[in-house]
């Protein structure tokens, strides 16, 4: 069943059409994966699925309720988080405060407690540095706390761009096991990366997208398997 239906949908900069018409959806309990190269549109079409930039038409439907015109912050509570390109932490904030952060929409302290010692276990080093500021960590911590605090909110689905950016080759090992361990636990998840190889190896479907179109699509595996891909997002 698709908690997350793209119809039809459009999206503008100015006069620039950024995205041009794309459909696709997202099934409970799957890692979808959108590919592409820069300036595909991947970014774009997360943060206007997110609310944070308006959809000039088409539809975004989440749980069979249309979220197209939903502000961002409320979509929080409906059970999407964001996982921003370039971590956006608050370098400023500890670790702590910055995962309190991400339960702004709940209510429940014992709740919340329980979740903070469930994003422990999976990130150690976030307990370890819980009193820092988290400006003070490591790009690959900073991404560590990020999918943390996205993960205090309780989300049905979590939405990742570019997790992997900028980091060294230990911690994207690192990075992908955590997404494939969310997900196995129940959480589903849209991810845009730009490691492909990395994308397609833990995805269950993916859709390539060329300047605002999906090109291709197909269940992830296949998709590995395929030349133009492989020529186009794969090659060394």
């Known amino acids: 069943m698709a908690i997350l239906e793209v119809k039809d949908l459009e999206v503008y900069y100015g006069v620039i059409q950024a995205i041009k ?9 799957e890692i ?6 820069n300036g595909a549109g991947k970014t774009t079409t997360l943060q206007t699925i997110t609310g944070l930039i308006p959809a000039k038409a088409g539809k975004i439907i989440y749980e069979g309720n249309d979220i197209t015109k939903i502000a ?8 999407i988080a964001h996982v921003p390109e370039g971590r956006r932490v ?15 929409t709940r209510r429940d302290k014992k709740e919340i407690d329980e979740t903070l010692e469930n994003i422990y276990k999976r990130f150690p080093r976030l307990e370890e540095r819980k ?18 605090r996205a993960l205090m909110s309780h989300p049905k689905l979590i939405v990742m761009d570019e997790p992997s950016m900028g980091l ?3 911690y994207v090992n690192e990075i992908f096991d955590i997404i494939k361990e ?14 492909a190889k990395k994308a397609l190896a833990i995805a269950h479907k993916a859709y390539v997208l060329e300047t605002g179109k999906i090109v291709l699509s197909g269940e992830a595996k296949e998709l590995m398997n395929d030349d133009s891909v492989k020529k186009a997002y794969l090659s060394e």
């Open 131 to 148: 009193n820092q500021p988290a400006g003070t960590l490591s790009g690959g911590e900073q991404q560590m706390l990020a999918m943390g």
């Open 90 to 104: 608050f370098a400023q904030l500890t670790v702590l405060q910055n995962l309190k952060l991400g339960a702004y």
């Open 182 to 195: 969310i997900n196995e636990s129940g959480t589903t998840v849209l991810l845009v990366e730009q490691n």
């Open 72 to 79: 961002s912050h409320k979509l929080v509570s409906l059970g």
């Open 21 to 29: 018409g794309i459909s696709f959806e997202v099934n409970q309990g």
């Open 168 to 170: 060294s080759p230990i």
């Open 32 to 37: 979808i994966a959108l590919i592409g190269a």
